[in-house]
């Protein structure tokens, strides 16, 4: 009783004590951001219990802090890459999020004093052998997740492969199915997630000593000093250790959360210093290479589609009665679902059927061409229920089968009437093949997100990006529109 | 040459036909009239079996066509009977996607797999008998309803058809090209080629026919 008595004392005093600025204090709230997807032990869904709403230790965190500086956290949820940008537009307060202070970061954001420390963790495939650190994975694949401290841990040892992922759940999941050699992670997630990968096996011991801190704006020095001081009041009163012991998440490093020394690490490099520096030559270059593996994914897939719709589009019309359900069933399939959702399925939904595994580019390539198929199947169609009948019937006298009169005198047709609305839907799917990134797949837009991550130059790169789609869509445009214009002075 | 015998043939739940027999003389050209409504150009579609009957048999020498066959075997069969068989239409139908001479040409190289050069030599010829000559590189958008027709006929022949079927060939032309098409059948006629044609137009069916079968 007396020991409750004076927490609450201390409570009290906290409240008192700590000067949340004033705008928090009328609002009552604090919003803070982050990424509930795949996002154990930090903030996530409880897969048995997904009605309790979003657990995890920084929501225990949040809730503790919100209570010392006597207002409401409110989660606000958001993609792990773009947290600092959902801050500064506004839409959050802070990010609390397992957010390491890396310096591209704190360029562009406010950190708090760190709140955990955190370690790093490899993990192997059950069938990798021989590999004792990350010196033995040269050549090889690693996967992480983008924009992460394991990712800057990785780019420091050069010759690695690294893959990046939107969560570490697939990162793991890459590696269980063979696609990757190893993953490395902060050691909370994986022990986090263990029990859902027993076939990974962890090698060396975690290393290194990193930092989580919540960010807030630049401009928002107060609200930092606020973070700072409840941090501290919950490390003294001991619900820090509290909270992680929960989770298993107490490690003896935590101790030095108290040092004066790791309170400060980031309270002195807070000047001014806006963007990082950027490399101009190799940004180009990597634009480019992502914009030749655009062009590369489009053409290939929308070859394919056209094709594919094709075939589907003459079943449809001229098949046996069985097969003309098959290809409405198929169009309506593949128009009826998102694409997102194929290419997270076929890429890492069929992943895990032994077999039947691709690479991320076949997978890719793929997805776009059933996708588009769909569409194209009904372009054409139209454009072969279009031709006149007199047509059909002018090559059956002739004596031409279905298949001969379909080859030489319909389908030829109804091409050329297919061209302006399938040209449409080549440049669609040219901007739409950026979807491959969920799979990993380094594209034009993958490559400027993490460029402008990297640098924080969302403008200026966002708009060397768009023109390059321009300069590539444009001429195919004007090929398509010259193509049909000598079509109409032959025909018209 | 091509025989209908009790050929009956169902239409919007009334009897077009029941019962019709008809010879096609083999040299001879017959016309077939009768007012609209009469099923003259389904008569004539049924020559070679672009409309099918629902009773009799159509038979072109050894080619017989009973009503009711299976669905494939009635393909096979209508196909080789239209390869015996040439056929203009009203529209003319051209191909508008090839030039006049791949028009003439597709038939006789897809279906009889003749060689490009032999196919366009023997077009140009029958360009030249129907007097286009020198068309051969248009397209069929750039051609006179006349035109057209000609090169209709031409398409028609190039597979070398024992009889030709006309299904009102000058309706839908002004009278100076009606003349210039009416000009070519009837060299045809006095060719000894066999020719089954449908009009409307009882003073032209005259001047053509050798025969005239009244529905």
């Known amino acids: 009783m007396l020991r409750f008595l004076a927490c609450l004392l201390l409570a009290a005093a906290a409240i008192a004590q700590i000067p949340l600025p004033q705008r928090y204090r009328d609002a009552g709230v604090v919003r803070w951001g982050s990424d509930a997807e795949g996002g154990a032990p930090f903030v996530y869904l409880d897969g ?35 947290l600092v940008q959902v801050l500064e537009r506004g839409d959050c307060d802070l990010v609390l999020n397992g957010f390491e202070p890396t310096p591209v970061r704190r360029a562009l954001v406010r950190f708090s004093r760190p709140y955990y420390i955190f370690q790093q963790q490899l993990s192997v495939g059950p069938a990798v052998e021989g590999v004792r650190g990350l010196q033995d994975l040269v050549g090889k694949r690693v996967g992480v997740l983008g924009q992460s401290q394991s990712h800057q841990v990785l780019l420091e040892h050069p010759g690695i492969e690294v893959v990046l992922y939107e969560s570490n759940v697939t990162a793991y999941e890459e590696v269980v199915n063979g696609r990757n050699a190893a993953s490395l992670a902060d050691l909370p ?49 001991g619900t820090l250790e509290r909270i992680y012991r929960r989770w298993d998440l107490w490690v003896p490093e935590e101790a030095k959360l108290g040092d004066a020394a790791v309170a400060e690490t980031f309270a002195r490099d807070i000047e001014e210093r806006g963007p990082a520096p950027i490399d101009w030559g190799s940004a180009m270059q990597l634009l480019g290479l992502g914009a030749l593996r655009t062009v590369g994914i489009s053409v290939i897939a929308f070859a394919l589609a056209v094709l594919l719709g094709l075939a589907v589009a003459l079943l449809r019309l001229h098949g046996p009665r069985p097969l003309q359900w098959v290809a409405l069933g198929y169009v309506e399939l593949f128009r009826g679902t998102p694409i997102l959702v194929q290419m997270l399925l076929l890429y890492y939904g069929l992943g895990q059927v032994p077999g039947l595994s ?25 454009a072969l229920s279009a031709i006149p009948r007199g047509q059909r019937e002018a090559s059956q006298a002739l004596g031409l089968s279905t298949a001969q009169s379909l080859r030489h005198v319909i389908v030829p047709q109804a091409l050329r009437l297919s061209l302006a609305p399938s040209t449409n839907d080549f440049i669609a799917l040219f901007k739409d093949s950026s979807i491959v990134m969920v799979i990993t797949v380094v594209e034009l837009t993958k490559q400027y997100q993490m460029l402008a991550n990297a640098s924080g130059r969302f403008i200026l790169l966002g708009l060397v990006t768009s023109g390059l789609y321009l300069l590539m869509s444009l001429p195919l445009a004007y090929l398509a529109r010259r193509f049909e214009r000598s079509l109409d002075r032959d025909h018209a | 040459m091509i025989e209908l015998r009790g050929i009956g043939k169902q239409f919007g739940g009334r009897a077009l036909f029941a019962g019709l027999d008809l010879d096609l003389l083999p040299g001879k050209t017959t016309v077939i009239m009768g007012r609209s409504g009469s099923g003259k150009s389904t008569l004539l579609r049924m020559l070679n079996q672009l409309e099918r009957h629902d009773a009799g048999t159509v038979r072109l020498g050894e080619i017989e066509i009973p009503a009711g066959l299976p669905h494939g075997e009635w393909v096979k069969r209508a196909t080789a009977l239209r390869r ?27 279906v009889q797999g003749r060689e490009r050069e032999a196919a366009e030599a023997r077009a140009m010829e029958l360009l030249k008998l129907v007097g286009m000559q020198d068309a051969a590189d248009r397209f069929p958008a750039r051609l006179s309803g006349g035109e057209s027709q000609r090169i209709a006929i031409a398409r028609a022949l190039a597979t070398e058809p024992e009889v030709l079927l006309l299904d009102e060939p000058t309706s839908a032309l002004d009278p100076g090209s009606t003349a210039e098409v009416v000009k070519v059948i009837g060299d045809l006629r006095d060719r000894g080629f066999t020719q089954a044609m449908v009009t409307h137009d009882p003073e032209l069916g005259r001047r053509l026919a050798d025969r005239v079968f009244e529905l």
Request: charged share 20%.
């Open chain 1, 189 to 237: 997630i994986a022990r986090a997630l263990r029990p859902l990968f027993p076939k990974l096996r962890d090698v060396g011991e975690p290393f290194g000593a990193f930092y989580y801190a919540m960010a807030v704006r630049r401009g928002e020095p107060e609200l930092q000093s606020a973070l700072d001081a409840a941090v501290g009041v919950l490390f003294a009163n």
């Open chain 2, 84 to 110: 015996r068989t040439g056929m203009v239409f009203q529209g003319y139908h051209l191909f508008p996607h090839l030039c006049v001479l791949d028009n003439v040409t597709l038939a006789p190289r897809i």
């Open chain 1, 358 to 382: 691709m690479s991320a580019e076949v997978a890719g390539i793929l997805g776009l061409a059933l996708n588009y198929a769909a569409y194209e199947a009904e372009i054409y169609r139209g």
């Open chain 1, 48 to 82: 048995q219990h997904p009605e309790r709403g979003e657990i995890g230790f920084e929501v225990d965190l949040a809730r503790e802090l919100g209570t010392v500086l006597g207002v409401e956290f409110r989660r606000v949820q958001a993609p792990y890459e773009h």
